[in-house]
């Protein structure tokens, strides 16, 4: 029986562990999605690493995704002397200017003339995350100030510079942003997350330039909203309706917003996802003590668990398994807390409630035309749990009805039997899924359910006298367009028979009337 987490865990990859033995423990010990941080690298390292990735995931046949992560308009600072950190005394004087050459104490660059020319005298600027924090106190020139250092501190290069409530108008892909989206469209990239994203403008456009710099005509990646300032907030709904999925980026949304607010605008974001049926992602210091610490904190296991029974789909580590000195160890840990979360779920994962949950009227603008494929998948999660079903078989080309089951948050592995090689590797970010690559063969709908259910015995899903729901949107498969089926496995069914034990068959003239 595979390993039976629902909820998944993304993985940076970074200096410790950007090599195929790690990476082969980092799958062994949980990781369902790999992320490339295009904010430290060149396309020359990437492509490697994606080679790489690419290789294991056929090689251990599993969905493990691959996520870029551009870089966006985040303000950083630039180099320093011989790429070491600076140290940064309370009370000490410093320049920040626009340039390109490597800094020191007492001078940091940016690139971003933007940024420079826009502060005033008294604004906060804040460094790391806020780790550090100056105040401006002269103009020097259109592309220099003065700054006072309030709180000091060790200073890496490349660092983000956050000044709240500083508004600039500024395009969503810098220009190294643009050469990262043309390299990702020749790669096998299956999502890719957008930085700093204030409006749903900002993902149309992103989407634009891919579709326009696609030379071998591949299938876009999943397009992941970053959301991390306030800005985005304002028109938060349009952002989710336009992307294929969010983020709740909650390090520099902490500093860019009062820290007390970011726990209940996190529980915000994963709510609107849900009832918009799109993979959210928590990220952020889930387990950042574990960078040198062989255990977490206390609170950080909290956080983990409040993530999971917010209703997230996937929890996001970086510095921990990029840079940290127990990546292995750090998802393990994740994955054991992640599983007792889910075994302690709160009471609104009970069937009655998804049905109360999903006739909120705020589904009503993501539903509209819906009707028959939101039934469908809303009955699969009640009749699983009320017949106790071992497992959801969600038949999907595309994806969909396998993020709609997987939002009703069934307590049952959800099987995504998929002819697909971008719905086998995408699918495996949302709750629940464990996608399964098939060739379907059958000439009718029994012989293909039939050959569905030996995929599913064999993977280990399934056992003799199981129930199962079988169901399946819009495919290509003769007979098989908005079925629902509940089934008792009592044996190997090879293709070519007829289905055996079928307790009951539910089609969209009864569904339509749920």
């Known amino acids: 029986m595979p390993s039976m987490r629902l909820s998944k865990i993304v993985a940076t990859l970074g200096p410790v562990s950007d090599n195929p033995d790690t990476i082969k423990a980092l799958i062994n010990a949980g990781v369902n999605v790999f992320r490339l941080n295009f904010s430290h690298g060149n396309p020359e390292k990437f492509k490697v690493l994606v080679d790489c ?89 259109p592309a220099e100030v003065e700054c006072k250092v309030l709180q000091g501190g060790l200073l890496k290069e490349k660092k983000g510079i956050n000044v709240p409530g500083l508004k600039i108008d500024i395009e969503p892909l810098t220009e190294k942003d643009k050469e990262d989206c043309r390299f990702v469209m020749t790669q096998c990239f299956d999502f890719l997350a957008l930085s700093f994203v204030q409006s749903d403008e900002d993902i149309r456009y992103l989407r634009c330039y891919l579709a326009e710099h696609n030379p071998e005509d591949r299938l876009l990646p999943a397009i992941i909203a970053k959301i991390e300032n306030p800005q985005s907030l304002t028109c938060i709904e349009a952002i989710v309706e336009e992307a294929d999925g969010i983020m709740v980026a909650r390090g520099d949304m902490g500093v860019e917003m009062d820290l007390e607010r970011v726990p209940f605008v996190q529980k915000q974001l994963i709510d609107m996802a849900n009832l918009a049926e799109k993979p959210v992602i928590t990220a952020t210091q889930m387990l950042e003590s574990m960078i040198t610490s062989a255990t977490p904190t206390r609170a950080e296991v909290s956080d983990i668990a409040n993530a999971i029974c917010d209703g997230s789909d996937a929890l996001m580590l970086s510095a921990e398994t990029a840079a940290g000195q127990f990546p292995i160890e750090t998802v393990k840990t994740m994955s054991r807390i992640m599983l007792e979360a889910e075994r302690n779920l709160p009471f609104w994962h009970r069937p009655d409630d998804v049905e109360r949950v999903f006739r909120d009227p705020r589904m009503v603008a993501y539903r509209d035309g819906m009707e028959f494929h939101e039934a469908i998948a809303q009955t699969a999660v009640i009749a699983a749990r009320r017949s106790d079903a071992r497992a959801i078989m969600v038949m999907s080309n595309s994806g969909s009805m396998a993020g709609r089951v997987s939002k009703r948050k069934p307590r049952c592995p959800v099987v995504v039997l ?11 970010l949302f709750w629940g899924t464990f996608p399964i690559k098939v060739r379907f063969e059958g000439e009718s709908s029994d012989e293909v359910i039939a050959q569905a259910e030996n995929e599913v015995s064999r993977a280990g899903f399934l056992s003799n006298h199981d129930t199962v729901v079988f169901c399946a949107g819009q495919t290509q498969l003769l007979g098989l367009t908005n079925v629902l089926k509940i089934h008792r496995f009592d044996q190997v069914i090879r293709p070519g028979r007829h289905v055996q034990g079928v307790t009951s068959a539910v089609h969209t003239d009864f569904l339509s009337t749920c």
């Open 53 to 141: 990735i690419d290789t294991i995931r056929k090689e251990l046949d599993v969905p493990v995704a691959i996520l870029g992560d551009i870089q966006g308009p985040k303000f950083r600072v630039g180099t320093f002397e011989g790429g070491e950190p600076v140290h940064l005394q309370k009370g000490a004087t410093l320049k920040l200017v626009v340039g390109e050459g490597p800094g020191h104490a007492g001078l940091l660059t940016t690139k971003f003339i933007e940024l420079v020319s826009a502060l005033n005298v008294g604004q906060a600027v804040l460094l790391d995350d806020g780790a550090m924090q100056l105040e401006v106190t002269k103009r020097l020139g």
């Open 418 to 428: 998929t002819n697909s090689q971008h719905t086998y590797y995408r699918t495996n």
